[in-house]
């Protein structure tokens, strides 16, 4: 018998050199997610602010911005327009 593990990820595929950026004000929602993608292989970030966030796309390249869109020091969207520039 397969277990849960193997049945959830079956599907998904690797996310082998492929890397993500997850923004959130809640550390432990990010870090969750990011374990998540991390058991599949991919390369994951984390910033706990928009400020935060915004300097790790300048610092880095990204395949994936995944982000929170209600913070307190700026909302997800805001982010995202300020992050493509």
Known sequence: ????YELMTSHVRSGKDESVLIVDDDAAH??????CLRMVGYAVDTATSGKAGLKALDEKQYDLLLTDLVMSDMDGMELMRRGLR
Do not use: D, H, K, R
């Open 1 to 4: 018998m397969s277990s849960g």
């Open 30 to 35: 990010a870090e969750s997610s990011a374990e």
